[in-house]
């Protein structure tokens, strides 16, 4: 951090560095070393984006997470779900006949039925 320059009355700086700058009230500059100096205003903007950019992946990441979790037990059946489902409900004779003149074999369907 660099060194702090009061240009008016009454202003201190904490000394409390949040994310690469340090809090400071109106009327106090920040000095980086090499005559580059940063109003008091701008550091604290800084400071704050800089804990954003900082929070922000983690923000990102619990959103997924509640997103994920949402209707978590909702049961969405698909086409192939219902199809199977239908004839593991029904009776060996009829998954049978069903899938004679079908392409998939019935063994899958007769011990979904069991």
């Known amino acids: 951090m660099g060194s702090f320059e009061k240009i008016s009355l009454g202003g201190k700086c904490k000394r409390e560095p949040v994310y690469g700058a340090d809090l400071c009230p109106q009327g106090v500059k920040l000095n980086f070393g090499s005559g ?5 205003e701008r550091a604290n903007r800084l400071a704050s984006t800089a804990a954003l950019a900082k929070a922000l992946p983690y ?7 509640a997103l ?3 209707r978590i037990d909702y049961q969405s059946i698909w086409r192939d779900e219902g199809v199977s489902l239908h004839l593991a409900a029904s ?7 069903d899938r004679a003149g079908n392409v998939h074999p019935p063994l899958y369907f007769i011990l979904l039925h069991f």
């Open 36 to 40: 580059l100096s940063l109003p008091a």
């Open 59 to 65: 923000l990102l990441v619990l959103i997924a997470f």
């Open 68 to 70: 994920r979790l949402y």
């Open 91 to 97: 009776s060996i004779p009829v998954i049978l006949a």
